[in-house]
């Protein structure tokens, strides 16, 4: 399927790994040109936009702390001068520390939802200015947000949070904007893999109907599907990518 990505232009922010890299790299692979946003993982980033670039496509680094306000309005006001308008906005910025519901401090608490939650809402208010007739808008939330998870009550609680405000930001942007989430589940990423020590050694086996956890490239697939102008006819939505949890 030909996602009619070609010569448009993307930011993407959490794209030094993981899945906000595996995001960029696809992106770049169906045409588009990207921004990658990252805070503190220079190196990976670079290599992000190299592999953008392999693509034969325009990749540009663009640093930005998605907890503060001015230093995310002071970041897109710099890349509005590169890119001139954005058609992409994917938002996969995140932290997920694990611990016990009765042991998480009030200073971690604040940083996972900083991150998490008051991030994607910085970056797209930001963003809005940039966004060109038919653009759209993917926020990174998780199978967390909807289901709770005992030893990440403030992730789960900040991904809940992102589900909610895509669909205020949906209703407040249309027509001109789409806004659509993806809600992983278990990837297979630094910060999956932190995640899992958390779990039962067969929480696959006994949770998931495909009995494995996901590769970020699966994960990539149905953000660049919700980026992209074939799924023109969905906003407000939350496409659950979780290999099935739950239903077994």
Not at 22 to 39: K, N, S
Not at 211 to 226: D, S, T
């Amino acid at each position: 399927m030909d996602l009619q990505l070609t010569d448009k232009i993307a930011l993407v922010t959490g794209a030094s790994s993981g899945i906000g890299a595996a995001t960029a790299r696809l992106l770049a692979a169906e045409g588009a040109d990207v921004v990658v946003g990252f805070q503190r993982n220079e190196q990976g980033a670079a290599a992000t936009v190299e592999a953008v670039r392999q693509h034969g496509r325009r990749g540009f680094l663009c640093r930005l702390d998605v907890t503060d306000a001015g230093d995310v309005q002071r970041a897109v006001s710099e890349l509005d001068l590169e890119s001139r308008g954005l058609d992409i906005l994917v938002q996969s910025s995140g932290v997920a520390p694990v611990g016990d519901f009765d042991k998480v401090s009030a200073g971690e608490w604040a940083r996972v939802v900083a991150v998490n939650l008051n991030g994607p809402f910085h970056v797209l208010q930001a963003a809005i200015p940039l966004l060109r007739d038919g653009a759209a808008v993917v926020n990174v939330a998780s199978v967390a947000g909807q289901t709770g998870v005992p030893h990440q009550a403030h992730y789960a609680a900040a991904k809940a949070g992102v589900i909610n405000l895509t669909k205020s930001a949906a209703r407040a942007l249309a027509p001109r904007v789409r806004v659509n989430c993806v809600a992983p589940g278990m990837t297979l990423t630094e910060m999956g893999q932190i995640t899992a020590t958390a779990l039962p050694p067969d929480y696959a086996q006994q949770k998931l109907l495909l009995q494995r956890f996901a590769e970020p490239e699966e994960i990539a697939a149905c953000i660049a599907f919700l980026a992209s102008p074939v799924s023109g006819f969905i906003t407000g939505e939350t496409l659950n990518a979780n290999g099935g949890r739950d239903l077994r």
